[in-house]
């Protein structure tokens, strides 16, 4: 090669500029000028702008990304955040007030959430926002801002809560029509989907396919699977996330429960996370793994340095037995979530504790001194995360706080015991009601607001009869 030409080729490559680190972040950036630019590398058209209402359905805005950036307000009602499941809005009562202006709650995207949104067929980015009053006040009863507001509580303290849900849900055949029974859908074998499939490799086999688009979104999303297992029902899979952050784990459980739906739609599945959607398979959970740690030395601080049990450890199991009855609303929040807590079903019925007894609310896994954890298995895969989180965490906190001694821990099946949790929605709202340390941690208005929109889908509920009532009452009374 002439001397010439190599220095020229030389001088060209040199000239040209390595593109900034954080264009290749699959997920957040640090400020608006890192985000016009990632937008722009992508040649992102549309912007989702999402965040959590009160059942962790994404509400929000989608417009141009040149308009995102270009320092657009963002606004929703405030009523989006009293909406029952089914669209409709609570009445007034008790310490509840429908504000009579219906006025805008202030959309702030928070960038460190960006990132693709992969099954669109035109380019789309997400970003998930927090909500603010026009005076720039935190709206104290949205859950992504409730969940804040908890783990706050703890920095107050010096500590910080480590957390790693686990996921359940079921595959589906696709059901229009709500009068007839959820079905197994049919896997790559050509036949429906039995249960007693708990562990099976040949169980997730059967959706190879499906769960490589789940993987395929996940990674685009910049959102991480620790582990995918088939769990005991019939089409039933559970996902397992890695131990983090609780607001940064609310909202990889948010946008996976989106993924998961729309990966399942595109293999002409449903995929729902009801608590119990087949009658006579087990019901789906979410289990959530806890942990807290001293923000000063890093430590766990249910473990001292003898790797022993902790008086924070036990002081915190005895604020979950204590207040979880209260809480279960945030963790069973519709009428099919108590059809999965009932007796020697693999779900709680109480507040029991014990070592790696699956059969305890409160379940105490085996793991090194530095790892120690508890794992809430109350709360049912319906649950929108951000509550079930911050419900949970706050129990634990409360016990921290006010010194409460957990009963001693139970080595036998628990859930075989009478139930002492609520036995239903209205019964489990009177209990968040009448809890005045929950009351003060999560907030009065979110008490009320959250209250007075499961008493409103439990009348709505009541006005359906159900095919048990035609069966066994409509000859026979």
């Known amino acids: 090669m002439p001397p010439q030409k190599k220095d020229v080729r030389a001088a060209g490559r040199a000239s040209k500029k390595r593109p900034p680190a954080f264009l290749k972040n699959l997920r957040g950036v640090k400020n608006w000028k890192e985000a016009g630019a990632w937008l722009d590398w992508r040649d992102i058209e549309d912007i989702e702008c999402i965040t959590p209402d009160q059942a962790g359905v994404a509400r929000g805005k989608m417009m141009p990304s040149s308009k995102f950036t270009s320092n657009t307000s963002l606004a929703l009602p405030s009523a989006v955040f009293m909406t029952t499941i089914s669209g409709g809005y609570p009445q007034d009562g008790g310490d509840f007030t429908y504000p009579a202006d219906d006025g805008d709650l202030k959309l702030l995207p928070d960038l460190s959430t960006l990132s693709a949104v992969p099954w669109e067929s035109d380019p789309?980015?997400?970003?998930?926002?927090?909500?603010?009053h026009?005076?720039?006040?935190?709206?104290?009863?949205?859950?992504?801002?409730?969940?804040?507001?908890?783990?706050?509580?703890?920095?107050?303290?010096?500590?910080r809560p480590?957390?790693?849900?686990?996921?359940?849900?079921?595959?589906?055949?696709?059901?229009?029509?709500?009068?007839?029974?959820?079905?197994?859908?049919?896997?790559?074998?050509?036949?429906?989907i039995g249960g007693g499939q708990g562990y099976?490799?040949?169980?997730?086999?059967?959706?190879?396919?499906?769960i490589d688009d789940i993987y395929h979104f996940s990674e685009m999303q910049g959102l991480e699977i620790d582990t995918l297992i088939h769990e005991e029902g019939a089409g039933q899979l559970e996902i397992n996330l890695r131990h983090g952050d609780p607001v940064e784990l609310a909202d990889q459980v948010f946008l996976f429960k989106r993924t998961i739906r729309e990966a399942a739609l595109k293999h002409d599945t449903y995929a729902t996370f009801m608590a119990k959607p087949i009658q006579g398979q087990p019901g789906s959970a979410m289990h959530i793994h806890q942990s807290v740690v001293d923000l000063s030395s890093g430590r766990n601080i249910f473990s001292d340095e003898n790797g022993e049990e902790t008086e924070a450890f036990r002081h915190f199991v005895g604020g979950m037995q204590r207040h979880m009855p209260s809480a279960l609303v945030m963790m069973a929040p519709y009428v099919n979530s108590y059809r999965r807590l009932t007796k020697a079903a693999s779900a709680p019925v109480n507040t029991d504790w014990g070592y790696d007894n699956r059969t305890t609310a409160f379940r105490i896994p085996r793991s090194d001194p530095s790892a120690r954890r508890v794992e809430n298995r109350i709360p049912s895969s319906?649950?929108?995360?951000?509550?079930?989180?911050?419900?949970?965490?706050?129990?634990?906190?409360?016990?921290?706080?006010?010194?409460?001694?957990?009963?001693?821990?139970?080595?036998?099946?628990?859930?075989?015991?009478?139930?002492?949790?609520?036995?239903?929605?209205?019964?489990?709202?009177?209990?968040?009601?009448?809890?005045?340390?929950?009351?003060?941690?999560?907030?009065?208005?979110?008490?009320?607001?959250?209250?007075?929109?499961?008493?409103?889908e439990f009348e709505t509920f009541m006005e359906v009869i159900s095919p048990w009532e035609r069966e066994y009452l409509l000859l026979n009374v």
Do not use: W
């Not at 005076?135 to 804040?148: A, C, H, I, M, Y």
């Open 124 to 132: 789309t980015a997400q970003v998930i926002c927090d909500l603010v």
């Open 134 to 159: 026009q005076d720039g006040r935190s709206v104290e009863f949205t859950p992504r801002n409730l969940l804040k507001r908890v783990v706050k509580a703890y920095g107050e303290r010096g500590l």
């Open 162 to 192: 480590v957390v790693a849900p686990e996921i359940e849900f079921y595959l589906v055949h696709k059901n229009p029509d709500p009068d007839y029974p959820l079905t197994p859908p049919v896997g790559r074998s050509g036949r429906p």
């Open 200 to 210: 099976s490799i040949a169980g997730v086999n059967e959706f190879d396919e499906l």
């Open 382 to 456: 319906d649950a929108n995360p951000y509550l079930a989180l911050a419900g949970s965490l706050a129990c634990g906190l409360i016990g921290i706080a006010e010194r409460i001694e957990p009963e001693a821990p139970v080595g036998k099946a628990a859930n075989e015991e009478e139930i002492d949790l609520p036995r239903g929605l209205l019964e489990a709202v009177g209990l968040l009601e009448a809890d005045d340390a929950l009351r003060t941690m999560l907030g009065a208005s979110f008490i009320s607001t959250y209250g007075a929109i499961k008493k409103a």
